[in-house]
T-cell receptor, first 112, second 114 residues
Framework: GDSVTQMEGPVTLSEEAFLTINCTYTATGYPSLFWYVQYPGEGLQLLLKATKADDKGSNKGFEATYRKETTSFHLEKGSVQVSDSAVYFCALSPTSGSRLTFGEGTQLTVNP | SAVISQKPSRDICQRGTSLTIQCQVDSQVTMMFWYRQQPGQSLTLIATANQGSEATYESGFVIDKFPISRPNLTFSTLTVSNMSPEDSSIYLC???????????FGPGTRLTVL
C-alpha cells in the first residue's frame, strides 16, 4: 500500500538557518503530494502541494519539488523564523477525493 | 478554502461513556473525512463520511465504535462510543471538493478519557 516516510525529528535550528525536511513516498501511479503544518494546539494547515512530476509547490517561503525519479518531496526554506516552529507532515493522495496518507511528522523548533 | 468548525474543541470524559463530535463547513463539499491523531503520532483515517449513506470505514475501525452521520453536504458527526483511555486523541474532520485536490482540516477535538 501507499506509504510516506519523513526524516526523524525533532529538528532544532537557529533563526535564519536553512531548513530541509526529507520526505520519500511509496505509491503506485502518480499521487499528489502535500506538506501540512500543525502549530501548537491547532489543526492542520495545508502549506503547499504538487500534483505531477517536476511540479514545485511554494508558500510562505517554503518550497518542495515533486521528484518522481527519487520518489521524494523534500521541504525547504532558505531562512527560518521562530514563528515556523511547528510539526510538519508530508502526505500523499492517490487521486482527488481520496484518503490522505501521512508521514510520521517532524517537529521543528527555531530558536532566536 | 472552506471554513470548518468542530464542536466541542476539547472534552474530558469518563470511561464507558460516549461523545459526539460535530463538524460544520461553511459551504457544500463533496467529501468529508474523519481522522484520529493519537498523542505524539501522525494522523490515521477513521472513515469517509458519505452523504445519505453509511460511512466507509478503514481497516481497524468499526461502525459500532465510531458511528458517523452525514445528513447533508455541510455537516457530519462522529461518535466515540464506550470510551476507554486508549481513545484519548485529537479527532479531526477534513473536507475536499472533488477536482480541487486539496483537503482542508478543522481545528480538531481534543479528547481525554479518564
Amino acid at each position: 500500500g501507499d506509504s510516506v516516510t519523513q526524516m526523524e525529528g525533532p529538528v532544532t535550528l537557529s533563526e535564519e538557518a536553512f531548513l530541509t525536511i526529507n520526505c520519500t513516498y511509496t505509491a503506485t501511479g502518480y499521487p499528489s503530494l502535500f506538506w501540512y503544518v500543525q502549530y501548537p494546539g491547532e489543526g492542520l494547515q495545508l502549506l503547499l502541494k504538487a500534483t505531477k512530476a517536476d511540479d514545485k509547490g511554494s508558500n510562505k517561503g517554503f518550497e518542495a519539488t515533486y521528484r518522481k525519479e527519487t520518489t521524494s518531496f523534500h521541504l525547504e526554506k532558505g531562512s527560518v523564523q521562530v514563528s515556523d516552529s511547528a510539526v510538519y507532515f508530508c502526505a500523499l493522495s492517490p487521486t482527488s477525493g481520496s484518503r490522505l496518507t501521512f508521514g510520521e511528522g517532524t517537529q521543528l523548533t527555531v530558536n532566536p | 478554502s472552506a471554513v470548518i468548525s468542530q464542536k466541542p474543541s476539547r472534552d474530558i470524559c469518563q470511561r464507558g461513556t460516549s461523545l459526539t463530535i460535530q463538524c460544520q463547513v461553511d459551504s457544500q463539499v463533496t467529501m468529508m473525512f474523519w481522522y484520529r491523531q493519537q498523542p505524539g503520532q501522525s494522523l490515521t483515517l477513521i472513515a469517509t463520511a458519505n452523504q445519505g449513506s453509511e460511512a466507509t470505514y478503514e481497516s481497524g475501525f468499526v461502525i459500532d465504535k465510531f458511528p458517523i452521520s452525514r445528513p447533508n453536504l455541510t455537516f457530519s458527526t462522529l461518535t466515540v462510543s464506550n470510551m476507554s483511555p486508549e481513545d484519548s486523541s485529537i479527532y479531526l474532520c477534513s473536507v475536499e471538493d472533488v477536482g480541487h485536490n486539496e483537503q482542508f482540516f478543522g481545528p480538531g477535538t481534543r479528547l481525554t478519557v479518564l
